[in-house]
Structures are given as C-alpha cells and as structure tokens.
C-alpha cells in the first residue's frame, strides 16, 4: 500500500500573495515556522525550517517551484509510534516529498492542495504520515487566519 495524504484548502486572497506566504522565509515565519525559515524557496536549493515546538532546523530540499503554481520538496522522514506533540522523532533512511498546489478560483480566492507521500508502511511511517498530515492542515489553517487577518494561529499553540 503506498501511504500519502492530501489536503486543501480556500485562502481569500490572490495566488501570487498565497504563493509568497510560502515561498517568501520571512513571510512563512510569520505564520508557520515558529523558529523562522531561512531561504526563499528555490528550486535546486535547500531552506531551513525551525520550529519552537520541535526545536532544530529542518533542512528541506526544494525540488521544482513554478511560481505561482507549484512548489515540491523533499525531507527526511521521521518514524515514531508515541505521537506526543514536541517529542522528536527517530529519522528515518528515506524522504518523503510534499507537493504544494496553487489555484487561482473564479471568486478570486486561492484552493491550496498540499500532498505528502512516500512514507513506508509500517506502523512507524503511518503514525508519521498522521502526524505530518495534522501539522500541514494546521499550516493551512494558520495561513488562512494570518493572510486574512493577520492573526498567528500557532503563537503559543504548541508551548
């Protein structure tokens, strides 16, 4: 069984200023990389993404980026069977690749797809994938309350 997930969501606002929420490190660190995000996402280049709530840098990869459109990373997978928010988990010896979609809609709103796939089938890499799909629909949420109306979701959420 090939294990993924899929999300969306609605943003009321443009594509091109839903794209940069993301592609812009000082504009995703406002709303998503509680420790900040170092590097404009490029393709061929590697950020960094650093969260209070799991603290360490996480190196992403930056496979293609179509502005406006699309953007694909790659990340090292981790496995863990607790769940506990903040604990960190083992990496793993694999990647797992997210792939960012970006909408334009007839309302002038912008559909944001995020899919994640790659993880292994094993209960570790299930409770990982679970945990990775919570964390990227609490991205969109996060991003829709702080693009719309400037409001950080995740100020103090975790800790």
């Known amino acids: ?40 996402m490029e393709a061929g280049s590697t950020v ?36 506990e928010i903040g604990a960190k988990l083992a990496e793993a010896d694999y990647k797992t690749t997210v792939t960012m979609l970006f909408k334009p809609l007839d309302d002038g709103r912008t559909l944001v797809e995020i899919v994640e796939e790659g993880w292994r089938d094993t209960p570790g890499g299930l409770r990982s994938a679970f945990l990775n799909c919570e964390g990227w629909t609490g991205m969109l949420a996060a991003m829709k309350a702080w693009i719309e109306h400037g409001i950080n979701l995740r100020h103090g959420f975790y800790k």
């Open 1 to 40: 069984m090939q294990v993924n997930f899929r999300i969306s969501g609605r943003i009321a606002k443009p594509v091109e200023e839903v794209f940069e929420a993301v592609a812009d490190p000082a504009k995703l660190s406002e709303y998503f990389t509680t420790g900040g995000a170092r590097g404009r």
């Open 48 to 83: 960094l993404w650093d969260f209070h709530d799991f603290p360490g840098a996480v190196p992403v990869e930056v496979v293609e980026v179509l502005p406006n459109e699309k953007i694909v990373i790659e990340w090292s997978a981790s496995e863990g069977e607790t769940g």
